[in-house]
């Protein structure tokens, strides 16, 4: 009786969910004639159904998705509709687990001999693997937010992203996991070559099941590149799709290095691959590989890492990174969040008050209580969250934003506390040597004071540095996981669920680790700290290379930079900015450089100005940038990378503002550079003519050419810079 009830229940939910999906259009087929980089896509993500086939498809004007319903669940047909590139050359499983140390597929068929290539009428002869994980059902909702964003300062990006999601049901045969449900997810968004994807296991009988791992995503992908000799390790990895997902860490601001998930793998029943010894990286597997033991208590769930599959259509730096940045402003908008703030050093209350009142005065919108500052948001004392509830209040009734830094990871608490070294038995063997576990006493109480005390002050902000780097813990007493083989993902859900409250209680977080996708808003742009100790003309030029470097793949808004007004990391009067009034040249150039990018710079030091001729000067560029500021925040497109010997800059580009293009040029030589510069304007959308303002005052329209370049007469003043402002002629 139990099992009639499901089968029927599980028939109405896919008589339920075919009511939801459309019929199939062939026309849908073709490419996609227009550059959604420039012009938006009209058709809207769906999931569709082939009438004869019974087929699924997901599918939005920019990527397609198939999948076969039986014998079992199976994507066969992954496609990049703007190049026309099919991704896959093999079906796989839709996941793989390890349960209790046994290893199960989640759907795919068997069958395939070749493995170069697959033709749709091969699949009439393939079947479900006696032991996989059976396909059930399925629903189509609308896409909910994945974070409940709360947004309390500017933003370049102000809702949600919209599309479809897709749930798809298993069930095992399996009598130890027939009360395991397994639902593998995708999402797929407008306007984007985007498909996220992950996996949801529930407990639903009455014992503890232990899952080793997760396979959330495999996918036998065309090799783009072969060799007949050489290792994985050797050969460059697939091109046509850019993956991510929200488990990475290292410290590196960067995530290629921090990712955790990623492997590219061999397949030996690929057997007509070029390579010798079937050593071709073509298979895409994706599991945090440290985690090897999760145990789910009746009742209980876990979920995978989402999986950001972004298919490209280009091997050009600039625009694989444009398309990474449109990612993250579509999948988490809070990351175009930009507040001016400044990075205050305190030793009193007093110090503060002045800090807000500056910030106040010169349009400053927030203020962080930097790290060596008198704020402890660890000491949850009354008096203490009184003190800083009574200075909070101040800075709001000043319109003022304020928060503080907190040190986690780079530090040793006590035996007790700190991670285990799995090696030795013993506290050590941690990313910064000795750290805390988040899952201990120690961090739990850590995480539970930081709410508190951000609840009860009213805090707007929250720098968190050395958040959980990844660190494994082998002890069995800490409450927050049972032992080395949960410790990681424990520790993960633990740090990246702190970020999740942050963000959806509208409190904006630094941290240096790539948490974005789960909460965090800016991270460092990628500097060496020791540098700030040398001459201001050096840090200018250097800070020019690093905003360089750092924003290909980052949205300006996903970083910072640093300007220290007074001594850091050693270095004498040559380096810092104090006194203020002396060294007002370099305090614009540093100033423009970084808004002028979009970047927020740390402005660290006790005050803003000193004097009336310093505040003019900080009110009037923060006017500047505010004038400015849609474009500003825009993707920048890389003219000529600083190099001390002759004319760097880059250019804002956005081809639905009014401001098409902010052009920022430098001159760090001792005279000046007039030059014809050839400006690349494809991504602002301009077509054969524009207007061009240098400095917003007087304009000329100009002609462009048939590769939509601009060739303009510049004149870049000794030791300083020009800018241009390019609009649409109406």
């Not at 290893?103 to 006696?130: D, S």
């Not at 797929?188 to 099941?209: A, C, H, Q, R």
């Amino acid at each position: 009786m139990r099992y009639l009830f499901f089968f029927i229940c599980s028939l109405l939910v896919f008589q339920f969910a075919h009511a939801q999906t459309l019929k199939w259009d062939n026309r849908f087929d073709q490419a996609v004639p227009e550059d959604w980089l420039v012009k938006p896509i009209n058709t809207k993500a769906n999931v569709y159904q082939r009438e004869k086939e019974g087929d699924l498809v997901l599918y939005n004007g920019l990527v397609r998705r198939s999948f076969k319903v039986a014998p079992n669940f199976a994507c066969y047909d992954f496609q990049n509709m703007a190049t026309a590139q099919q991704l896959l050359r093999a079906i796989r499983p839709e996941a793989k687990l390890i349960i209790d140390g046994k290893e199960y597929n989640v759907g795919g068929v068997v069958g395939q001999q070749e493995k170069a290539y697959l033709q749709q009428e091969w699949m009439k002869g393939f079947k479900a693997g006696a032991d996989d994980f059976k396909f059930v059902g399925y629903t189509v909702t609308d896409i909910k937010p994945y974070i409940n964003w709360k947004k309390t300062t500017w933003a370049s990006v102000n809702k949600q992203a919209t599309g479809k999601s897709l749930a798809i049901s298993f069930r095992s045969a399996v009598p130890s996991l027939k009360d395991l449900s397994v639902v593998v997810h995708y999402e797929l968004y407008d306007g984007i070559p985007l498909v996220v994807k992950w996996v949801e296991l529930i407990n639903k009988s009455s014992n503890n099941i232990v899952v080793n791992r997760i396979v959330n995503e495999s996918l036998g992908l065309v090799e783009e590149e072969s060799a007949v000799v050489g290792s994985p390790e050797q050969m460059k990895k697939q091109h046509g799709i850019y993956v991510e997902t929200n488990y990475a860490f290292n410290n590196a601001m960067r995530y290629d290095i921090s990712d955790q998930t990623t492997h590219w793998v061999t397949d030996s029943s690929y057997t007509s691959q070029v390579n010798y010894n079937y050593q071709t990286p073509c298979v895409l597997e994706v599991y945090p590989e440290k985690v090897k033991a999760v145990a789910l208590a009746p009742g209980e769930s876990i979920k995978s890492p989402r999986t950001h599959e972004l298919l490209m259509d280009s091997y050009d730096r600039e625009r694989r990174g444009m398309m990474i940045q449109r990612m993250y402003a579509t999948v988490a908008p809070w990351t175009t969040q930009n507040p001016i703030f400044m990075h205050l050093v305190s030793r009193n209350d007093e110090q503060v008050i002045t800090a807000v009142d500056q910030c106040a005065a010169t349009g400053y919108e927030a203020l962080i209580l930097s790290f060596g500052s008198h704020c402890n948001m660890e000491d949850t004392s009354a008096a203490n969250v009184a003190r800083w509830k009574k200075l909070t209040d101040y800075a709001h009734s000043k319109g003022i934003l304020v928060g503080s830094y907190s040190l986690f990871s780079s530090r040793r608490i006590n035996d007790e506390t700190d991670v285990i070294d799995p090696q030795t038995g013993k506290p050590g063997g941690a990313f910064f040597g000795n750290a805390p576990c988040m899952g201990s006493k120690w961090g739990l109480a850590y995480i539970s004071n930081l709410k508190y005390f951000i609840t009860k002050t009213g805090f707007d902000l929250f720098e968190n540095d050395g958040p959980y780097p990844g660190d494994v813990c082998a002890s069995t007493v800490h409450p927050g996981h049972k032992g080395l083989d949960d410790s990681q993902w424990r520790q993960m859900e633990l740090q990246k669920e702190l970020y999740r409250w942050c963000n959806e209680h509208g409190v904006y977080v630094n941290a240096p680790d790539w948490y974005f996708l789960d909460g965090t808003h800016k991270i460092g742009i990628g500097y060496r700290e020791v540098n700030f100790s040398l001459s201001r003309d050096q840090q200018k030029i250097l800070n020019r290379q690093n905003i360089h470097d750092g924003t290909f793949e980052k949205l300006p808004s996903m970083s910072w930079g640093f300007v220290p007004l007074t001594r850091y990391q050693g270095g004498g009067p040559e380096a810092v900015l104090e006194p203020l009034k002396d060294h007002l040249k370099d305090y614009e150039m540093l100033m423009v450089q970084y808004y002028g990018a979009g970047v927020q710079a740390c402005y660290r030091g006790p005050r803003l100005y000193d004097t009336t001729t310093t505040k003019a000067l900080v009110s009037n560029t923060v006017s500047w940038y505010k004038k400015f500021r849609d474009i500003l925040n825009a993707p920048i497109v890389h003219l000529r990378r600083a190099d001390g010997r002759d004319w760097d800059g880059f250019m804002h580009v956005s081809p639905s503002f009014k401001d098409r293009a902010f052009v920022l040029l430098f001159n760090p030589t001792g005279e000046t550079i007039n030059r014809r510069l050839s400006i690349p304007l494809y991504y602002t959308g301009l077509k054969s003519k524009a207007f061009v303002f240098e400095k917003d005052k007087t304009h000329r329209q100009m002609l462009m050419d048939a590769k939509d370049n601009l060739k303009l007469d510049v004149s870049i003043p000794a030791g300083g810079y020009t800018w241009y402002v390019i609009r649409e002629i109406n």
